[in-house]
């Protein structure tokens, strides 16, 4: 750790909590509105800028720790951001500061409180926290940060009978999968005697480290039968996070209910996070090599992953077919492309030889999942706020186009999620059918081409909702929200033309996760040398 | 460890995983929320007695119990602090339940405010099922 910068990176989390928490007392004294949207935007922005800059030091130069408190680990909490906690990172931190944004437009019409920016605040500093944490109790606390937040985002409208109906059925159920969590927590404790993901990983491979085990010492008992505990325990808790068939059914109600610059930060914020915690799981702490591989329960869990995928995406790709609320068919749409994020992680582990490939191609899904939700959210933001309604038939019979620009957004969001050349969702599709091919699981690309084929149908109907309202006499539309959906445009396009330099970004990413742990430990080894 | 410790343990693991079950079974198949939010502290009170028994360690013999992890013999050294390495129970646990407690009460506090607010809003707190 070398510079303040990548230091006050690190511990975004603490900062943005802060921040959030500084803005009731505040709130007092400070009463304009505007205020605390403009002062959430400078806060996140900033937070991106950090976060941004992190990404790119981790890219050239290898992870980075920062341990709290100067507890050396693993006695300690010590955050180490490797490439695919940084990859995440900012793509949350991005998504999240372009909604912030958002919001100070669209909360202006509702008589809401400065604490919709505090819940928000916490929202990303739980995700971050998730992302970047190198301990598995601290990843306990900072899914409870993000899921407490995230529940009361849903019920923000708290008089509306429909967003606290959603909000419970969540929070009763996300409850009780987070305390799941804790169990397994305890039983890797018990059975390794650390929580620190890197002493977990060389411990569950049998590999020695002198410098951790020094204080953490060896394992203890049945290590295959507790691991799979663990294991079996988490895997639910994060599927249920990231709106998994059959664990999706929390994911239609709470996006369509919250805000909608919330729904749009969900899929990075919420869904995001929970991918990124199996795959951390899966394959840096259990990885190839490690205790659940020699008792045989990588490839079952892998297998049960690759059907609950195909489950998620034909189920997803099916029921957007039948809503009529805008913001449940693009909740379905999540549920289906969640699905096959799934079904090409699945290809990861099964197929031994594309494992890095099939990695790159869930990656890049992801962030084709996060652009293309958030894209469509904030455009259908603008013109549900024009209609006054969420219904698809409603929007399509507005006379006049609230806004051309949301129109296109859009039109780009659907060919980005339908997987049209040249944005980034063809190439992501392609990535994950060849990688699907590869590792020898014929029928999941079969599946994938047939729940794209049934998604055609709900993704024309979005797009003609959007098209049948923009006629003579159209406006560009509200400055902000535009200037936003255009940077989400050009991203869409970006990183579908700029594929090449992308892929191999992730390549990198992604090879260093399915290859050997010792670039994870080593960045804790080095500052504990 | 004795006939006698093996099969007190056991009740108390057994124990721990028939209140895991109750209390899921009651978040899940309950319609009423207050209900839901009872086996919801039964569940993570559960939680937290499991992690504080993983951390109970073995203890040397029936008639000596193990002691806090606390050094009162200060001026004992090096022998001192071994033998309270081999007595004490372990810190590590309580420190995670100490932790999970609060955030217990946090999740606590928000799912009774949202059984509040959906009384307000429904007149009920029988969770429906078209929502």
Same mark, same amino acid.
């Given at each position: ?34 205020? +605390? ?29 920062? +341990? ?46 400065? +604490? ?259 894209? #469509? ?17 409603? #929007? ?91 940077? #989400? ?34 960045? #804790? ?5 | ?131």
């Amino acid at each position: 750790m070398d510079s303040w910068w990548l230091e006050a990176a690190a511990a975004s989390p603490l900062i943005l909590a802060a921040a959030g928490f500084a803005i009731p007392p505040l709130s007092l004294a400070i009463k304009s509105r505007s205020f +605390w949207g403009a002062y959430a935007s400078v806060v996140t922005g900033a937070v991106l800028a950090l976060i941004v800059g992190m990404t790119k030091h981790v890219l050239l130069s290898g992870p980075v720790s920062y +341990w709290f408190g100067g507890w050396p680990p693993p006695l300690g909490i010590v955050y180490v951001i490797d490439g695919l906690s940084a990859i995440f990172a900012s793509v949350i931190a991005m998504v999240i500061f372009l909604t912030v944004a958002y919001s100070a437009w669209y909360m202006r019409r509702f008589s809401a409180g400065p +604490w919709y920016y505090t819940l928000f605040l916490l929202l990303e500093a739980g995700s971050l926290g998730c992302v970047m944490t190198s301990d598995l109790f601290n990843l306990f606390v900072m899914v409870e940060v993000l899921a407490v937040s995230a529940y009361g985002l849903v019920s923000y409208f708290r008089s509306s009978r429909r967003s606290v109906a959603a909000s419970a059925r969540y929070a009763f159920v996300g409850a009780a999968a987070t305390t799941l969590y804790f169990i397994a927590v305890v039983f890797v404790y018990g059975s390794f005697g650390t929580v620190n993901m890197a002493d977990v990983a060389v411990k569950a491979r049998g590999l020695v480290d002198q410098s951790l085990q020094a204080f953490s010492g060896g394992d203890y008992g049945e290590v295959a039968l507790a691991s799979t505990v663990a294991i079996a325990l988490s895997l639910w808790v994060f599927t249920f996070k990231s709106g998994l068939f059959p664990n999706h059914f929390w994911l239609p109600d709470a996006n369509a209910e919250a805000p909608t610059p919330v729904s749009a930060a969900f899929a990075s914020a919420v869904d995001a996070v929970g991918v990124y915690a199996v795959i951390r799981l899966l394959f840096t702490i259990f990885g190839s090599g490690s205790v659940l591989e020699r008792v045989g329960a990588r490839t079952v869990i892998f297998a049960v992953l690759f059907a609950l995928g195909i489950g998620s995406a034909l189920v997803g790709a099916l029921l957007m077919n039948i809503q009529r609320d805008v913001k449940r068919v693009l909740a379905y749409s999540t549920i289906s492309h969640v699905g096959i994020i799934y079904m090409a992680i699945a290809a990861a582990g099964l197929g031994a030889g594309a494992a890095a490939s099939a990695l790159t191609a869930s990656l890049y899904h992801i962030l084709t999942n996060v652009v293309g939700e958030a894209l #469509l959210f904030l455009s259908f933001g603008v013109l549900i706020a024009a209609a006054g309604s969420r219904d698809l038939d409603k #929007l399509s019979s507005v006379g006049r186009a609230p806004s051309l620009v949301a129109t296109a957004g859009v039109i780009v969001g659907v060919l980005t999620l339908f997987g049209i050349p040249p944005f980034m969702g063809f190439f992501s599709k392609l990535l994950v059918f060849i990688s699907l091919l590869d590792s020898g699981l014929v029928f999941g690309a079969v599946m994938l081409l047939v729940s794209t084929a049934i998604s055609l149908m709900g993704y024309v109907k979005l797009a003609r909702a959007a098209l049948s309202s923009s006629g003579e006499g159209s406006r560009l539309g509200p400055a902000l929200p535009c200037t936003i959906i255009v940077v #989400l445009i050009v991203l869409s396009f970006a990183l579908g033309v700029l594929f090449p330099e992308v892929k191999s970004v992730l390549d990198h990413v992604s090879g260093s996760v399915v290859g050997s742990v010792n670039e994870y430990v080593n960045a #804790l080894s080095e500052v504990i040398g | 460890m004795s006939e006698f410790e093996a099969s007190l343990s056991l009740i108390v693991l057994f124990s721990l995983f028939a209140n895991t079950a109750i209390a899921l079974y009651g978040v899940f198949s309950k319609p009423n929320l207050v209900k839901k939010l009872i086996s919801m502290t039964i569940l993570s009170d559960t939680a937290n007695a499991f992690a504080i028994v993983i951390g109970y360690r073995a203890w040397p013999s029936p008639e000596e119990s193990p002691v806090p992890p606390v050094l009162t013999n200060i001026s004992g050294g090096y022998a001192a602090v071994q033998e309270l390495v081999q007595k004490s129970v372990d810190p590590f646990p309580q420190a995670l339940v100490l932790t999970a407690v609060v955030i217990g009460l946090a999740v606590t506090i928000f799912l009774a405010s949202i059984i509040l607010h959906y009384h307000r809003t429904h007149g009920t707190v029988e969770m429906v099922v078209s929502g």
